[in-house]
């Protein structure tokens, strides 16, 4: 579809996927890039990476046309080097969307709908979780964290409802989140609201925004001239800050073109996948070299 048009991958490049997650876009650019291409898939996720990576190997190309590494894709200019690729990638894409299989398990934490741990870290080996977060943050604290990472409306109420609570397990927090809202909310604007509250925490919980503003930065020094990008964000935080990044490579001449507006989701991919309707793409290209 759409990303394959921006990434117009041709044999024998070398393609990276930053977010490798299930391998649905691995499987495109690997089947892409033969013959005599390479794809180096990139995912920080210990559990679910092994998985993924003998998938895509069971489809029988030839083993050194896939690389994998297992690190946050903010290393992608390090990892790049230490594989060879000097020069950079002919093509990288960047699916900002948290895989399905993070959500769907419980033992994970990501997820309203399922009961499990309250956790929500994409690498359970480090960092925080999410019920240590809301435990450690003050209302003020909280409220601001849910009105940067999610736009919540009723970011002040459901704080002053949260912090510094102990919530062990996703259904406490969705339970809390569903009392402390005003009585005359129907089903629907809860689960908005448990799905908003979720989000904020995960975005916080992953420096998602952090590492997202770091791999922008050092992106165009990841592309070989002339190279292409497409990112898909599903929320308007790091849409605009793609957005941005795009914008002022071009004005300083780090990118020959990029796109215009976002690309919205097709209605053929939005019924694949249910939550492409909120998916955003845009793509750039490197200038060639001066």
């Given at each position: 579809?759409?990303?394959?048009?921006?990434?117009?991958?041709?044999?024998?490049?070398?393609?990276?996927?930053?977010?490798?997650?299930?391998?649905?876009?691995?499987?495109?650019?690997?089947?892409?890039?033969?013959?005599?291409?390479?794809?180096?898939?990139?995912?920080?996720?210990?559990?679910?990476?092994?998985?993924?990576?003998?998938?895509?190997?069971?489809?029988?190309?030839?083993?050194?046309?896939?690389?994998?590494?297992?690190?946050?894709?903010?290393?992608?200019?390090?990892?790049?080097?230490?594989?060879?690729?000097?020069?950079?990638?002919?093509?990288?894409?960047?699916?900002?969307?948290?895989?399905?299989?993070?959500?769907?398990?419980?033992?994970?934490?990501?997820?309203?709908?399922?009961?499990?741990?309250?956790?929500?870290?994409?690498?359970?080996?480090?960092?925080?979780?999410?019920?240590?977060?809301?435990?450690?943050?003050?209302?003020?604290?909280?409220?601001?964290?849910?009105?940067?990472?999610?736009?919540?409306?009723?970011?002040?109420?459901?704080?002053?409802?949260?912090?510094?609570?102990?919530?062990?397990?996703?259904?406490?927090?969705?339970?809390?989140?569903?009392?402390?809202?005003?009585?005359h909310f129907d089903e629907d604007r809860i689960k908005l609201s448990q799905r908003l509250v979720f989000q904020a925490l995960r975005i916080a919980v992953n420096d998602e925004f952090q590492?997202?503003?770091?791999?922008?930065?050092?992106?165009?020094?990841?592309?070989?001239?002339?190279?292409?990008?497409?990112?898909?964000?599903?929320?308007?935080?790091?849409?605009?800050?793609?957005?941005?990044?795009?914008?002022?490579?071009?004005?300083?001449?780090?990118?020959?073109?990029?796109?215009?507006?976002?690309?919205?989701?097709?209605?053929?991919?939005?019924?694949?996948?249910?939550?492409?309707?909120?998916?955003?793409?845009?793509?750039?290209?490197?200038?060639?070299?001066?």
């Open positions: 579809g759409e990303i394959m048009q921006a990434l117009s991958v041709q044999p024998g490049e070398r393609v990276a996927d930053c977010t490798l997650g299930y391998g649905g876009h691995a499987a495109e650019l690997l089947k892409a890039v033969q013959p005599g291409g390479c794809l180096l898939g990139v995912d920080q996720d210990p559990i679910e990476l092994p998985k993924t990576e003998a998938r895509l190997r069971s489809a029988g190309f030839p083993a050194e046309s896939l690389r994998c590494e297992r690190t946050n894709f903010v290393a992608l200019r390090s990892v790049l080097g230490q594989i060879g690729w000097h020069e950079g990638a002919d093509a990288i894409l960047a699916d900002l969307g948290v895989s399905s299989m993070q959500i769907d398990n419980p033992a994970r934490g990501f997820s309203f709908k399922h009961q499990g741990p309250l956790d929500m870290r994409m690498n359970p080996n480090k960092g925080v979780s999410a019920s240590a977060l809301i435990r450690k943050l003050d209302a003020p604290e909280l409220a601001n964290l849910l009105r940067e990472n999610a736009d919540e409306p009723n970011a002040a109420l459901l704080a002053s409802a949260l912090a510094n609570q102990e919530f062990e397990t996703t259904g406490e927090l969705a339970r809390a989140i569903a009392q402390a809202l005003p009585k590492v997202l503003d770091g791999w922008l930065r050092g992106l165009p020094d990841c592309l070989r001239p002339g190279g292409r990008v497409a990112v898909l964000t599903f929320h308007s935080g790091d849409d605009r800050r793609v957005k941005k990044a795009f914008q002022s490579g071009l004005a300083d001449g780090l990118y020959s073109a990029i796109s215009e507006s976002v690309i919205r989701a097709s209605s053929s991919e939005k019924y694949d996948n249910p939550r492409a309707s909120s998916a955003k793409l845009r793509w750039a290209v490197r200038a060639p070299s001066p």
